[in-house]
């Protein structure tokens, strides 16, 4: 069974940093792509980033271009979003989510974590 | 940048009955279309992708239709446990994004 737990949510002035891990386990980690997508509160789902089976791709929606970085470590069989220079606007929570789709197709995700929640606020 | 549009933005249905759920895309994703069913407090569901390929363990209640912009999710005898909102998701552009529509929620009528 796809196990996904994030952690590392917690309350952050803005302008502050702070790391979300997700460990992985059920699965073969390092045959998929993995996805972060957000859910602020009373909003929809937002899509924010995807890391290939490998680490050598990786792409952003606008919104977190240039402020957060996705990265995994495959020996770990986990996943990770660096977040930088935070906005009230990026209080969601967090959810770490695995690529339907074994290898290098890009997919939508078809296991998700519960969540970790972000909070940016002074 | 391409934009995900659902309609209607609330659908009240009663058990049994059919619902028809709405999604446009502002231009053509060809079929790189995906519905999800979140519950409160729970994480998504994806349900179908490529537009009407149902995801392990749906039920056949759940069918999608529809390529280029206009897609429809229906389900055809709502369950209790089909109360909650849907999310239409696309992932045909390059470089990769997956935009997400706004939701349908589906309440009891």
């Known amino acids: 069974e796809v196990q996904l737990v994030e952690s590392g949510g917690v309350v952050v002035q803005p302008g502050g940093s702070l790391r979300l891990s997700c460990a992985a386990s059920g699965f073969i980690f390092d045959d998929y792509t993995m996805h972060w997508v957000r859910r602020a509160p009373g909003k929809g789902l937002e899509w924010v980033s995807l890391i290939s089976w490998d680490g050598g791709s990786t792409y952003y929606a606008d919104s977190v271009k240039g402020r957060f970085t996705i990265s995994r470590d495959n020996s770990k069989s986990s996943l990770y979003l660096q977040m930088n220079s935070l906005r009230t606007e990026d209080t969601a929570l967090y959810y770490c989510a695995k690529d339907l789709t074994e290898g290098g197709a890009y997919s939508p995700p078809d296991s998700w974590g519960q969540g970790t929640l972000v909070t940016v606020s002074s | 940048e391409i934009v995900m549009t659902q309609s209607p933005g609330t659908l009240s249905v009663s058990p049994g009955e059919r619902a028809t759920l709405s999604c446009r895309a502002s231009q053509s994703v060809r079929s790189n279309l995906a519905w999800y069913q979140q519950k409160p407090g729970q994480a998504p569901r994806l349900l179908i992708y490529?537009?009407?390929t149902r995801a392990t363990g749906i039920p056949a209640r759940f069918s999608g239709s529809g390529s280029g912009t206009e897609f429809t999710l229906t389900i055809s005898s709502l369950q209790s446990e089909d109360f909650a909102v849907y999310y239409c998701q696309q992932y045909n552009n390059w470089p990769p994004s997956f935009t997400f529509g706004p939701g349908t929620k589906v309440d009891i009528k």
């Open positions: 490529g537009a009407s």
